[in-house]
């Protein structure tokens, strides 16, 4: 069992950015791959990027790559999504999420564990 706890998330001016946190319970943090998703109002839950159980090799959502990075320190049980240049569109509540299976990609049904997820509010 993996409790994921999100923080992080508030309110910035467009072009600003945010460093969001999830910390991990569980002793077995490093053989999860993980994501973030986000999901506005009105709209469905999307992926936004992922990161193998190593940290080595990392996927984004077109709209985000080159402003976003996502990364993770095992030791301490804890994926970070680094968010630069944000816009408008970026406005959402964001979700860290862990799979068993190793998985970082886009499809949120191979995610076993969810965080309950911190609100992102970007003002134009």
């Known amino acids: 069992q993996v409790q994921l706890v999100e923080s992080g998330g508030g309110l910035v001016q467009a072009g600003g950015s945010l460093r969001l946190s999830c910390a991990a319970s569980?002793?077995?943090?490093?053989?999860?791959?993980l994501g973030w998703f986000r999901q506005a109002p009105g709209k469905e839950r999307e992926f936004v990027a992922g990161?193998?159980?190593?940290?080595?090799?990392?996927h984004y959502a077109n709209s985000v790559k080159d402003r976003f990075t996502i990364s993770r320190v095992n030791a301490k049980n804890t994926v970070y999504l680094q968010m630069n240049s944000m816009k408008s569109e970026d406005t959402a509540v964001y979700y860290c999420?862990?799979?068993?299976?190793?998985?970082?990609?886009?499809?949120?049904?191979?995610?076993?564990?969810w965080g309950q997820g911190t609100q992102v509010t970007v003002s134009s």
């Open positions: 990161i193998s159980d190593s940290g080595g090799i990392t």
């Open positions: 999420a862990a799979s068993a299976r190793r998985y970082y990609g886009a499809t949120s049904s191979l995610y076993n564990y």
């Open positions: 569980g002793r077995t943090f490093s053989s999860y791959g």
